[in-house]
C-alpha cells in the first residue's frame, strides 16, 4: 500500500501510510487529531475509528471549541 488521502464527509481529514504491516494515521484536521499517530490493522478499522472521533468531537461541544481558540 502507498500513501493514501483519507475523507470524512466528502472532506480530508489525514493520511494513511504503511508501517510495519498496519496503518498509520496522520491527521489533518482538527477534530480527529486525536488519532494521530495511531495504528490500524485495516481501513474498516480506521474509517470506524474517524467515525467515532468525529461524533465525539461534535457532541462534546469541539465544534465550539476549536472556533473560539
Do not use: C, S, W
Amino acid at each position: 500500500m502507498k500513501k493514501q488521502m483519507i475523507e470524512f464527509g466528502g472532506q480530508p481529514v489525514g493520511i494513511v501510510v504503511p508501517e510495519n504491516g498496519r496503518l498509520k494515521f496522520v491527521a489533518v484536521k482538527f477534530h480527529v487529531h486525536a488519532l494521530d499517530g495511531e495504528l490500524y490493522d485495516t481501513m474498516d478499522e480506521l474509517r470506524n475509528a474517524i467515525r467515532a472521533q468525529v461524533a465525539a468531537f461534535y457532541e462534546g461541544g469541539g465544534e465550539r471549541a476549536a472556533a473560539a481558540g
